[in-house]
């Protein structure tokens, strides 16, 4: 019961992520007014609009004051009656309840010591938010008040209130940032006469040759930024534009080789009669490379039954099997007679009863998948070492390596904010990557081998019993065997008229006989459906302080 209520728990948590859950809403407009004392506090009243598209229970505030100052008094008020207000490590839980609605919070609180006074000027520098903020404001103002009526003001705003600020009456400084995305910061800072704060005690040195110096910073670092993002913009189009042109070129390039190679092969091929293809690959090998049929259940009838054609097995009737030789060329056949024979079998003789046996006990279906799993494995190594493909291991290197670099210029793009160049520039990385990783050719010989095939099934419906005949016995048995494991019915059609159909190979070599695959395939088919439910293993601020808004 425990393991059943954990593993329900553990799905839920899957299939409903705490995000499905969460509070839908939006800070539409936020003001804050900092009112500075003359004892270097500050008395802050904040107005936050929120905009509910669901049930919520309450907002939350998040004020992490700057090393050196404090946090206190925080109330919450809607329409001047006081809300519940809870407190824990800088994060206050204001109660409101409500259903789609939307309601203006206001919050007082006092900023203790938060002016430092110098020789030539007291300063407020303060972060009402930071980068841990999750929430976009839509709309935010921040105005900053002296005691009295000030007249030699200077200020500066950082990251997302910079050159937002401008001096209203009286010395009040405004900042109008409006937008302010989730992650990000905007300290505000304001100087002010130092007279205005006579309950300070002044710091030894002065502040206005150092917030000039860093107006001065700030103006060379955005002018830096600007020159930056139009060189970045020039140069980096001009480079996103010929990788573009080299990756399209490239795939143009090689889909026209393909091409051809394709064309002058069929060329090739339709210009002789026909003929069964000549033995390159295994019969399991073949299917997989000229067909989508390479790991069914009748590629699995058609690999037995090419054990059979090599002299590796005996058929001894139509369900039981017998080992004869266990020399075999290549690894898939080797995986297919131990699972076989040596899991399944007695090591000797193996019958289809015994597949249907061992696959219903479910101890076995992990063993059974992982065996089929290295037979196939088998086979796409056979497949790759016969060298039908073009390697071009130079090539994909080479696009590999310039896409690795692209990368860099994704990232300027995106530093500089120039977003569509950088989408445009990633999606090339990702083309050039996966043409690096994935592109796969056939070569003259692979297509040579593959048109011969595609002839061969092509023709193969309509050949007549004479044209059969004449054909090898191991022609026969390869085409035979190749119909199988492509589901190719039309050879029962074809050759149904004839008793040969029905028999069974006897050890006469001078006539060739067929067998009825109809019973290995349900068994291979029944085995398969039987393991398919189971698996294997392969298959911050200034000083340290900020905050942010949400909701409950």
């Not at 150092?210 to 060379?220: N, Q, S």
């Not at 990385?429 to 692979?446: D, M």
């Amino acid at each position: 019961m425990k393991k059943t209520t954990i593993l329900f728990l553990f799905l839920f948590a899957v299939l409903f992520p705490i995000s499905a859950f969460a509070v839908d809403f939006e800070i539409s407009e936020v003001t804050i007014d900092a009112k500075l004392q003359p004892n270097g506090d500050a008395n802050v009243i904040e107005k936050h609009t929120y905009v509910f598209d669901s049930k919520f229970k309450g907002v939350t505030r998040e004020l992490i004051a700057k090393e050196g100052a404090a946090i206190a008094n925080f109330k919450a008020y809607e329409n001047g009656k006081a809300l519940k207000v809870e407190h824990k490590k800088g994060e206050y839980k204001i109660f409101r309840s409500g259903k789609k609605e939307t309601i203006e919070v206001e919050m007082h609180y006092r900023i203790v010591n938060g002016v430092e006074k110098y020789e030539d000027g007291a300063q407020f520098y303060w972060p009402f938010f930071d980068k841990r903020n999750e929430t976009d404001y839509r709309s935010m103002q921040i105005e900053v008040h002296p005691p009295s009526e000030a007249k030699d003001v200077l200020f500066l705003g950082y990251d997302t209130a910079y050159k937002k600020g401008m001096i209203a009456s009286e010395g009040t400084v405004a900042f109008v940032m409006g937008k302010v995305p989730s992650g990000k910061n905007g300290d505000v800072r304001v100087v002010y006469e130092p007279e205005l704060f006579p309950d300070v005690t002044a710091r030894k040195g002065t502040i206005q040759d150092e917030l000039i110096a860093e107006e001065t910073r700030l103006a060379d670092k955005e002018a830096a930024y600007i020159v930056g993002r139009v060189n970045v913009a020039n140069y980096g189009l001009w480079t996103m534009t010929g990788f573009g042109v080299f990756l399209f070129s490239l795939i143009g390039w090689t889909t026209a080789s393909s091409r051809r190679k394709k064309r002058e092969a069929k060329e090739l091929v339709e210009a002789n009669g026909f003929s069964v293809p000549a033995e390159k690959l295994s019969i399991p090998a073949t299917i997989h490379y000229t067909t989508s049929e390479g790991f069914s259940t009748e590629a699995t009838s058609a690999a037995l039954l090419d054990l059979i054609r090599k002299g590796h097995v005996e058929q001894v009737s139509d369900e039981q099997f017998e080992l004869v030789n266990r020399e075999v060329a290549y690894s898939h056949e080797k995986e297919l007679i131990e699972l076989l024979f040596d899991k399944i079998g007695n090591g000797k003789k193996f019958k289809l009863t015994n597949l249907e046996v061992y696959t219903k006990n479910e101890n076995n279906h992990v063993s059974y998948n992982a065996a089929l799993l290295k037979w196939r494995g088998g086979i796409v190594e056979e497949v790759k070492s016969k060298g039908l493909y073009e390697r071009q291991v130079g090539l994909r290197w080479a696009v590999a390596l310039i896409s690795v670099a692209m990368i860099v210029v994704a990232v300027q793009f995106a530093h500089y904010e120039l977003f569509p160049y950088m989408a445009l520039t990633i999606i090339l990385v990702i083309g050039g990557l996966l043409f690096a990783t994935f592109y796969k050719s056939r070569n003259q010989e692979g297509h040579l081998l593959f048109q011969e095939w595609r002839r061969f099934k092509e023709e193969f419906k309509e050949l007549d019993l004479d044209e059969w005949k004449r054909l090898s016995t191991d022609d026969k048995f390869r085409a035979y065997t190749y119909s199988i494991g492509c589901g190719d019915k039309s050879f029962g059609k074809h050759f149904t008229k004839s008793s040969e159909v029905e028999k069974h190979m006897t050890n006469d070599s001078s006539g060739f006989f067929y067998y009825n695959p109809v019973t290995m395939n349900t068994s291979f088919t029944s085995a398969n459906t039987e393991t398919s439910g189971s698996s294997s293993t392969y298959s911050g601020g200034t000083g340290g302080g900020g905050g942010g808004s949400g909701a409950f």
